[in-house]
């Protein structure tokens, strides 16, 4: 088989598979289209934001909700508060849920996702085939049938076009090829081309190759936070830890674990400090019945298990209420909502826990004494998002 090329060039493709060709025709004419140039006096905020007003952004991909905030960074869908929590149940290795206004967003994430042309895109590609039987679900549908729908459509991957999910039938010795359908690599390698946000469909196909049998199991424990109803979102800034217990030798390696429910998130591990600074923001979805927030404190030890350097457990009950309470709210100046009290039969907090209303944001800021074991202490700060915004 061979490719003639523009310039006169013959380059033969000896077993190669279709998607060899693809990218071909894609580096000889797509690559020449002019690239948008990027407005320097725009941040990734504006810029991500500017999008949500765009044809088919302005509903939930899901369920239809009106005016979504919330964004599957590895998918390209804006999708409502609701929705959202069923992505996270679905794991980070299928959508990563990030908020529009919450989380701080880069120029490169913006970029891919005006590269995965919005919800029409994502809807052409996953939507394509939806069985008489299957009702998409609706704003008010019930947590069940929004999270049975939403794991078929990305997890199980049911409504996809069947020629989307096209396998390479030649096995390539090509370097050219790098579809993960490919027999031949394990790799999962894409070319992302240049193009404009208009192309976003094209993209849809173009970047749709996986192997025929991806997502065909699910975990049971997936399943089941699927079917949770979630009230909230509750970002946790993990700021430091002081004086924490020695694990090695004369130091640790500490790490923190958060749980809420069934879901769980940790902190990276910093090396060798007894007083680490972390200052990272880890979010959690909030389910109905509301159980106290974990935190597990661990030494990341190479051969042998994780010692554990203590525990500690919040009810953010107190700051969920609060949240909802000041939602209608047109206080412009900060000013307290609620307070957890140190004591010292509790022997818990350092100082007290005070809530505050502060830039329409409820938070509140925690020392807290790790227990079970000999000593330290974890500071971190709570911000809690009622399901409404």
Request: proline share 5%; hydrophobic share 30%.
């Amino acid at each position: 088989m061979s490719f003639e090329q523009d310039d006169g060039e013959t380059e033969t493709l000896t077993g190669s598979c279709l998607f060899d060709l693809l990218q071909l025709e894609t580096s000889t004419n797509w690559d020449e289209s002019p690239k948008k140039e990027r407005d320097p006096s725009e941040n990734p905020q504006k810029r991500l934001e500017s999008l949500l007003y765009e044809a088919g952004n302005d509903f939930c991909a899901d369920c239809g909700a009106p005016d979504p905030k919330w964004v599957s960074l590895t998918i390209g869908a804006f999708v409502c508060i609701k929705c959202s929590g069923v992505h996270r149940s679905l794991g980070v290795h299928i959508t990563k849920v990030l908020s529009v206004k919450l989380d701080e967003w880069t120029d490169e994430q913006v970029d891919a996702l005006i590269e995965m042309g919005g919800n029409n895109a994502v809807n052409f590609k996953y939507e394509a085939h939806i069985p008489s039987d299957c009702i998409k679900p609706k704003p008010d549908s019930s947590s069940e049938e929004r999270a049975d729908f939403i794991r078929k459509k990305y997890e199980l991957q049911e409504f996809l076009n069947g020629d989307l999910a096209m396998c390479c039938p030649f096995p390539s010795s090509s370097s050219h090829c790098r579809s993960s359908s490919c027999p031949s690599t394990e790799k999962k390698q894409y070319k992302k081309q240049t193009t404009t946000r208009k192309q976003g469909l094209g993209n849809a196909f173009r970047y749709s190759w996986r192997r025929s049998d991806q997502h065909k199991t699910t975990k049971k424990s997936n399943s089941m936070a699927g079917m949770v109803e979630f009230v909230g979102l509750i970002n946790v800034n993990i700021v430091r830890g002081t004086d924490l217990a020695v694990r090695d030798m004369v130091s640790s390696d500490p790490y923190v674990i958060l749980t809420l429910g069934n879901q769980s998130v940790k902190t990276r591990v910093i090396k060798n400090n007894l007083n680490p600074v972390w200052n990272e923001r880890l979010m959690l979805s909030i389910p109905e019945d509301i159980p106290p927030l974990k935190l597990l404190v661990y030494d990341k030890d190479t051969f042998s298990t994780d010692d554990f350097m203590g525990s500690a457990e919040i009810d953010i009950q107190p700051l969920l209420s609060a949240a909802k309470a000041s939602e209608d709210s047109s206080v412009s100046e900060p000013m307290q909502l609620g307070n957890w009290k140190a004591s010292k039969e509790e022997n818990t907090l350092v100082k007290d826990g005070v809530i505050t209303l502060e830039d329409g944001k409820v938070k509140q800021e925690i020392a807290i004494k790790l227990q079970n074991v000999e000593r330290g202490v974890l500071e971190i700060e709570l911000e809690c998002v009622p399901l409404t915004q």
